[in-house]
């Protein structure tokens, strides 16, 4: 079913309703709040100064524009959140030479630790435990899950430099378990990237983002995206 619905006026809420009730899943009306609770926030708070429409392998626009009119290039505290084989924390070296810069890899290696959706199974993006080859001293790795690793980083970790988080973990479980663990060291004006944000129709960072967002009471503002929001920078308020 396709629940990217933007008219919600009251006679085509009751359309969705009827369609949902006969022929829907609960996972359809999961994808339909979740889409329309996005298009409400957007109504309200979209208001990100730079939007552009780029394709996935030059996605390092977005990362230079933040790197360099945001964040000023200065030193930054950068932990990736999903590696894979490396390319966007590879970007980020090469944005951000400065060399108190500090940069942190997290993931198991191993692929998705659940099934995300029909083209990204349960172990899709597995490098087979290899780490990439990043050939800069300013880069340290976290391996395992998210779950055996982020809050014990997360207590001994003290941020000496602008922080920057990168998720791309693609799904909800994991998205929400690192913000929440990491909380403690989100203040005003650190920023947040996320490399899925409209994945399964807003059911998976987005709706990590806005959970997150409303438990710890840390709202946050839009300041970079692509035109579809596939990936946003958003900066903590």
Not at 32 to 48: G, I, P, S, V
Request: negative net charge.
């Amino acid at each position: 079913m396709n629940t990217q619905v933007r008219d919600y006026s009251t006679n085509n809420v009751v359309k969705y309703a009827v369609r949902l009730a006969t022929q829907g899943t609960p996972q359809d009306c999961h994808e339909l709040a979740r889409t329309r609770e996005f298009h409400d926030l957007c109504a309200k708070k979209d208001d990100a100064p730079w939007v552009r429409d780029f394709p996935y392998s030059e996605r390092a626009e977005l990362y230079a524009h933040v790197n360099n009119q945001v964040l000023g290039n200065t030193p930054i505290d950068y932990l990736e959140f999903g590696v894979a084989q490396g390319g966007s924390l590879k970007a980020w070296l090469g944005l951000n030479q400065h060399p108190e810069s500090r940069f942190f890899g997290f993931d198991s290696f191993e692929g998705l630790p659940e099934h995300w959706h029909a083209k990204a199974p349960k172990g899709a993006y597995s490098t087979g435990r290899k780490i990439p080859d990043l050939d800069d001293s300013r880069v340290s790795f976290v391996q395992g899950l998210f779950q055996q690793t982020v809050d014990a980083f997360s207590r001994e970790f003290s941020p000496r430099n602008q922080l920057v988080l990168h998720m791309d973990a693609d799904l909800y479980t994991s998205t929400l378990y690192v913000l929440m663990n990491m909380d403690r060291h989100i203040h005003r004006g650190a920023v947040l990237l996320f490399d899925e944000f409209n994945a399964r129709c807003f059911t998976d960072e987005f709706a990590a983002l806005q959970d997150w967002s409303r438990a710890c009471m840390k709202p946050y503002t839009f300041i970079a995206r692509r035109t579809d929001f596939a990936k946003v920078a958003v900066q903590v308020l």
